[in-house]
């Protein structure tokens, strides 16, 4: 046996479970920034969100004494805290001033096809009949959500379309994610991220002081909620998971987040779902299940070379 394999069946178990810990926290994202962008605006809830991501990200770097990425990191950590962590949380921000939460959810949730087919394209990482079975699948549960709950807000076009380039923005951070995890770690690519998401959105700072200064308590509490668990963690566990499968793969788990952001609605909005929104998020569940699944390789069984027969010495 060689001397990884112990840690090999720990990860077995890790990435899934990480996996599983960014899916709800990113779930609860969508109703927490429902409910603090009532008081605060698109841009200085994503300063305010990746201010508090970043001092938490950094004291964590501190202690475990984390360097700075090599420079091979660098172009894709730019890029994709540019496009994930600044320009999607804008759109994102904005767009959910506009369309409930569970729509949101819906329209950004197209943002796993296109990274599996740029993914499958720009990092060679192909299309299993598997992924495309259940990415179909999840999709159309999340389509199903989002009809289950449209009668709970009205989508302006306005709002759709800046949740469809949350979607865009989000498939190409994912990607270019992806090989700089190949040159740094997962808490170094997220933590200069969302230092570079945070310094493209410092031009909304004089907006995030003056409606700090009037905001309820309970929208800054939300904010302070976005910036330390559905990013600096859902984003570390994420970026854990990501570099130990397929950029196609991993985007595929989030289509449970729909499903997971009606669920949540119920509890904590008090919406209660009805029959349609409960089946898209079993197909959501199940798609996941499929895009998942990979078919144990046959082994075939060795065929006996045969006897070799000597003949008697005459």
């Known amino acids: 046996m060689s001397s990884d394999a112990p840690d090999s069946g720990r990860e077995k178990w890790l990435a899934p479970v990480a996996a599983g810990v960014t899916v709800v926290l990113w779930a609860s994202a969508f109703v927490s920034i429902r409910s603090a962008g009532e008081a605060y605006s698109p841009g200085a809830l994503t300063l305010g969100r990746l201010l508090f991501a970043v001092l938490a990200l950094g004291a964590v770097c501190l202690v475990r004494r984390v360097g700075w990425p090599p420079r091979a990191a660098w172009p894709w950590i730019a890029a994709s805290g540019f496009l994930w962590f600044g320009v999607y949380n804008v759109a994102l921000n904005w767009g959910e001033q506009q369309v409930d939460a569970g729509t949101a959810a819906m329209l950004v949730n197209i943002a796993p ?14 299309l299993p009949r598997t992924l495309l079975l259940g990415m179909g699948i999840s999709f159309a549960g999340a389509v199903v959500v989002g009809l289950g709950m449209s009668g709970q807000g009205d989508a302006s076009t306005t709002g759709v379309l800046l949740c469809l380039l949350a979607a865009v923005t989000y498939a190409a951070g994912v990607v270019l994610q992806k090989p700089a995890l190949g040159h740094a770690g997962p808490l170094q690519v997220v933590t200069f991220s969302a230092l570079v998401g945070m310094v493209a959105a410092l031009p909304f700072s004089g907006a995030l002081v003056s409606e700090l200064a009037d905001a309820p308590v309970s929208a ?44 949540m609605s119920w509890a904590l909005l008090g919406e209660v779902p009805g029959v349609v929104g409960l089946a898209g998020g079993a197909l959501c569940l199940a798609g996941v299940a499929v895009s998942r699944y990979r078919p144990r390789a046959r082994t075939v069984p060795a065929v006996p070379e045969p006897a070799v027969v000597r003949e008697p010495a005459g």
């Open 113 to 126: 096809l296109l990274v599996a087919l740029i993914g499958g394209r720009m990092l060679g990482e192909g």
């Open 220 to 263: 800054t509490l939300n904010m302070v909620y976005l910036g330390l668990f559905p990013t600096a963690l859902a984003f570390t566990t994420w970026a854990y998971a990501l570099a130990r499968t397929t950029a196609g793969r991993m985007s595929a788990t989030t289509y449970v987040v729909p499903a997971l952001v009606l669920l």
